[in-house]
């Protein structure tokens, strides 16, 4: 059975500073992983996806991940952090019938 | 486009009182429809999904029961709520492809 992992409820960074959101993952099959953001009392907006091919994937305002098979990991990165990164921000893999499994997720705090 | 919409927004009920949560997705026909649940303090949990009319697949046993009586309505519902059914509910949707697309959610307060 597939499984998320996020290591840390809770980052902080200050502003200008490099985020790095750690996600390892467990799956039997060859995985589609994927990163949400959420805003408070809102809805998921997907950041990125990795299916296949290329394993650095480039998503929106500005994150990135890299899908490690060797590590089972697929952490997330943004070389330099705004205020308005300020969320929560969740890990998933894909499983049959597009079903997501999430981790628990993390919580990111900039400071000024 | 693609749209998905969920109602209410929030909503506070009594116990034992029942439950409908509607999602319905404009823009595409015959996608995939699920139901998570959000607790305090945690991820996601899969409760149901659906791939077409009248096909529903529970994914945990709970309290709670869900429809799809057209191709692009799914309802999530409850004869009687209990404390422990207290969340945040997010309807999502895929395409005959990877990623989901969630609506904004309905926060559901049982008291």
């Known amino acids: 059975a597939q499984s998320v992992t996020q290591l840390g409820s809770h980052v902080s960074v200050s502003e200008g500073a490099l985020v790095l959101l750690r996600c390892n993952y467990s799956s039997s099959v060859p995985p589609y992983l994927f990163w949400y953001v959420q805003y408070p009392n809102q809805g998921l907006q997907l950041l990125l996806k990795y299916t296949t091919g290329a394993t650095l994937v480039k998503g929106i305002n500005g994150f990135e991940a890299e899908f490690k098979k060797s590590e089972t990991s697929f952490h997330l990165t943004k070389p330099s952090a705004h205020m308005s990164d300020a969320a929560e921000y969740f890990c998933a893999v894909s499983t049959g019938f597009q079903k997501l499994v999430f981790g628990t997720g993390t919580r990111l705090l900039v400071s000024p | 486009s693609q749209t998905i919409h969920q109602w209410p927004a929030t909503l506070v009920q009594p116990v034992g009182s029942p439950l409908s949560l509607e999602c319905t997705v404009e823009?595409?026909?015959?996608?995939?429809l699920y139901w998570y649940r959000q607790a305090a303090g945690r991820g996601l949990q899969l409760l149901f999904y659906?791939?077409?009319?009248?096909?529903i697949s529970s994914e945990v046993p709970q309290n709670l029961s869900a429809s799809r009586p057209q191709d692009r309505q799914f309802i999530l519902s409850s004869k009687k709520l209990l404390l422990s059914d207290s969340g945040f509910y997010l309807c999502a949707w895929t395409p005959r492809g990877t990623e989901a697309f969630f609506g904004q959610g309905t926060r559901l307060t049982v008291v």
């Open positions: 823009g595409t026909s015959n996608p995939n």
């Open positions: 659906s791939v077409g009319i009248g096909q």
